[in-house]
C-alpha cells in the first residue's frame, strides 16, 4: 500500500499537476498525505501487536485504519478524476472509520496495558 500511494504521489507531483486545477490539484493531494500518514500508523500498529499479541482490539483497530484509509483516499481520487461532487459525500464515512480506528487503538493501549488515563 505504501508503494502505491508513494506512486500516486509522484503521479500527483509530475503528471496531473498541470492537468487539475488548484481545487482538485488540493484533494488529491489531501488523498495522499491521509493515507501516508495511516500507512505509517498501521506500521506502528503491526509493531504493537508484537508487544500486544493477544489483542483483538489491535486488530479491530488496524481493519477500520485499513477500510478508513481506502474509503477515504478512494472518494477523493474518485471526485479529483471523475468530477462528480456526489462521490464527496463518501469520503466522511472513511474519516469516521479511520477515527474510531484510532480512538479504538488508544482504548486497547490504556485497558490492555492497564494504564490509568490522567486526571
Avoid: C, Q, R
Avoid at 52 to 63: E, T, V
Amino acid at each position: 500500500m505504501m508503494a502505491i500511494n508513494i506512486i500516486l504521489g509522484a503521479f500527483g507531483a509530475h503528471a496531473v499537476k498541470d492537468i487539475l486545477n488548484e481545487y482538485y490539484l488540493a484533494i488529491y493531494h489531501t488523498a495522499v498525505s491521509y493515507t501516508f500518514y495511516n500507512i505509517l500508523g498501521l506500521f506502528a500498529l503491526a509493531f504493537i501487536s508484537t508487544i500486544m499479541p493477544n489483542s483483538k482490539k489491535i486488530k479491530i483497530s488496524a481493519y477500520f485504519i485499513f477500510i478508513g484509509t481506502l474509503v477515504f483516499a478512494a472518494s477523493l481520487y474518485a471526485l479529483v478524476f471523475l468530477e462528480k461532487a456526489i462521490l464527496g459525500a463518501i469520503t466522511p464515512i472513511g474519516g469516521a472509520l479511520m477515527i474510531i480506528g484510532w480512538f479504538i487503538l488508544f482504548y486497547a493501549i490504556l485497558k490492555d496495558l492497564k494504564l490509568e488515563p490522567l486526571k
